[in-house]
């Protein structure tokens, strides 16, 4: 009953910038907890950021200082602004709401959009 949708992904170089976008729709959506994860080639997906309804907002260590996650409720719209790219994040990255309880873990979240690939060279 939740769809989401992910863009702004692209091809950057190390050291750029990108915003990522996830519009959420339907049932639940604007008070649900949003995260973000990614899964680099040959890797699992891993947690990146994640944001509460209130406002609360956890990172992983990999991108605490370079990227924000925020919110527009108005919009049911979840942001990542990543700055400071490294080669390292290269990645798909996913967004997902509605999780059980810890928000860090993948499995417990019930809705993913379809991943947006970042590319960053160097």
């Known amino acids: 009953q939740v769809r989401l949708v992910e863009t702004g992904g692209g091809l950057v170089q190390a050291g750029g910038s990108l915003r990522l976008s996830c519009a959420a729709s339907?049932?639940?959506?604007?008070?649900?907890?949003m995260g973000w994860f990614r899964q680099a080639p040959g890797k699992e997906r891993e947690f990146v950021a994640a944001?509460?309804?209130?406002?609360?907002?956890s990172y992983a260590d990999s991108v605490k200082g370079r990227f924000t996650i925020s919110r527009d409720n108005a919009k049911n719209t979840v942001y990542l602004q990543m700055n400071s790219l490294k080669p390292d994040d290269t990645a798909v990255y996913y967004c997902?709401?509605?999780?059980?309880?810890?928000?860090?873990?993948?499995?417990?979240?019930?809705?993913w959009g379809q991943g947006t690939q970042v590319t960053v060279s160097s």
């Open positions: 944001i509460r309804w209130d406002g609360g907002r």
């Open positions: 997902a709401t509605d999780p059980y309880y810890n928000e860090a873990l993948d499995a417990e979240y019930d809705y």
């Open positions: 339907g049932r639940t959506a604007s008070t649900a907890t």
